[in-house]
């Protein structure tokens, strides 16, 4: 029995029972016989024979590069969609989330630093196969698979194998992603996801840099490539305060996205809560994430939310065309829906999203 991330506990069938082998990584090169460089995120790591990636899931075995967690999922359970969030995609569904160890960012604020930072050697885990996984998402009736909780670049053979057997099942999946990936592999995964929503944490490559041990700019791309590929796409900005709440950048932000994605791009604004390293600060004041609300519209921006603020009004869909609320949202739940076939239901209006 696997537990889960405070979605419903399930899992009753019969695991693998035992560790599945190492699987050879995809996205890498072979340098002198011995050194290999990963290839499947922006920090391309060169790694010595018996050694491990920035991400602690990739290891250099005589020459060839494998992943060490393909099969070790350490959170498998069943939760809404709208918690990822992603609002626009079949809202109301339930989805089996799934997850690995480890990523490759080291935000200061995790939420999940408890699985993100850790190696698979430090966390229980269980032993599924894809196919199995595929049978337990049928044998629950969820709608989707979501791979969420820590990042999924870092798994990416895993997820590939469970999406592109899931598509074949007539099962959608979905990722919830920093962007912190190469353009190939990214490529090559949207061939086989539904949705995915990005975390676009910062506007500024100081901010990535002091906060993420990152860079923007891979993000950026990473954002673009999504919405050039036409796969459901969605960002979470969690406003940190003194970090990343400057009114300036988060206007930036948004005349970026509306000139680079399209104004039909659904943005959620998500309150901050202390956590990890950043425990001193306090949480969003609701009045800054109602200003960043504000800065989106006036933008132009259609699809605009505020997280992690239950029962707040701006957590629910509004027509863009007729203003009537259309999807009704208290928390994670959806207590009425007022899209029809992917139209407002009082104008008509075509609503972006994928609605089935």
Request: one cysteine or more; charged letters at 20%; a positive charge.
């Amino acid at each position: 029995m696997i537990s889960g991330m405070g979605g419903s506990t399930f899992f009753s069938g019969e695991a693998l029972g035992k560790s599945p082998l190492p699987k050879e990584a995809m996205f890498y090169k072979n340098l002198d016989g011995q050194t290999v460089q990963c290839q499947i995120c922006p920090r391309e790591c060169v790694i010595g024979d018996g050694k491990r990636g920035f991400c602690r899931n990739r290891e250099n075995q005589k020459g060839k590069l494998y992943t060490i967690v393909y099969g070790k999922p350490a959170v498998v359970d069943i939760g809404p969609i709208e918690k990822a969030p992603l609002y626009h995609f079949i809202p109301g569904h339930s989805r089996l989330c799934l997850t690995c160890a480890s990523c490759n960012l080291r935000c200061k604020y995790c939420q999940n630093w408890h699985l993100s930072q850790k190696s698979v050697d430090e966390l229980s885990h269980s032993y599924y196969s894809p196919a199995e996984i595929i049978h337990e998402a049928k044998k629950q009736r969820l709608n989707s698979i979501s791979f969420t909780y820590t990042e999924p670049t870092v798994y990416y053979e895993y997820l590939y194998d469970i999406s592109a057997i899931a598509r074949q099942s007539g099962i959608k999946t979905s990722i919830v992603s920093n962007g912190y990936m190469n353009r190939e592999p990214l490529l090559q995964l949207l061939k086989v996801l539904d949705a995915v929503k990005i975390d676009l944490k910062g506007f500024s490559e100081k901010f990535y840099e002091e906060v993420c041990s990152a860079t923007l700019k891979p993000i950026l791309e990473s954002l673009i490539t999504v919405k050039k590929e036409k796969v459901w796409l969605e960002i979470v900005n969690l406003v940190v305060p003194t970090l990343n709440d400057n009114p300036e950048m988060i206007d930036e932000m948004c005349r970026w996205i509306r000139e680079n994605l399209g104004v039909d791009t659904p943005i959620h604004f998500t309150r901050f809560f202390p956590n990890y390293k950043l425990t001193h600060l306090s949480p969003t004041p609701v009045s800054t994430l109602e200003t960043a609300y504000e800065i989106a519209k006036r933008n132009g921006l259609r699809y605009v939310y505020i997280g992690n603020v239950p029962g707040h009004i701006r957590n629910s869909t509004n027509c863009p065309s007729c203003n009537r609320r259309i999807i009704h949202r208290s928390h994670f739940d959806i207590v009425e829906m007022s899209v029809v076939n992917g139209k407002c239901k009082f104008c008509n209006l075509s609503v972006a999203g994928k609605w089935t």
